[in-house]
């Protein structure tokens, strides 16, 4: 199994990103995605979340309604759309898989895991 990050990188504040992840080695219809993010000196922390079926999406409070988390069971894939970026968003961003279909917002939850992707936002 094999979760890869794309679609980081440097931005102003103000600006969007969005990070793509696709998941390889068997298919992930009906377990739930999340993505945590770590910034430098800090612990990794929970970012959004989005059930099996796409249905149900849960976020931070710190990015609510400015970030969104979708899928394409089809394609394997999560993405999460970053609009209106602060310089504390500055984090390396991971995915990760749920052991179940439903979106914990707590990484025991989560048994796959990405590399990360770096998302630097300048003031």
């Known amino acids: 199994v094999q979760l890869v990050e794309s679609g980081g990188g440097s931005v102003q504040a103000g600006g969007s990103l969005r990070l793509s992840c696709v998941a390889s080695?068997?298919?992930?219809?009906?377990?739930?995605m999340g993505w945590f993010r770590q910034a430098p000196g800090k612990e990794r922390e929970f970012v959004a979340a989005?059930?099996?079926?796409?249905?149900?999406?849960y976020y931070a409070e710190s990015v609510k309604g400015r970030f969104t988390i979708s899928r394409d069971n089809a394609k394997n894939t999560v993405y999460l759309q970053m609009n209106s970026l602060k310089p504390e968003d500055t984090a390396v961003y991971y995915c990760a898989t749920g052991k179940t279909s439903n979106p914990f917002r707590t990484e025991g939850e989560y048994n796959y895991w990405g590399q990360g992707t770096q998302v630097t936002v300048s003031s």
């Open positions: 080695g068997r298919t992930f219809s009906f377990n739930a």
């Open positions: 989005i059930s099996g079926s796409g249905l149900n999406t």
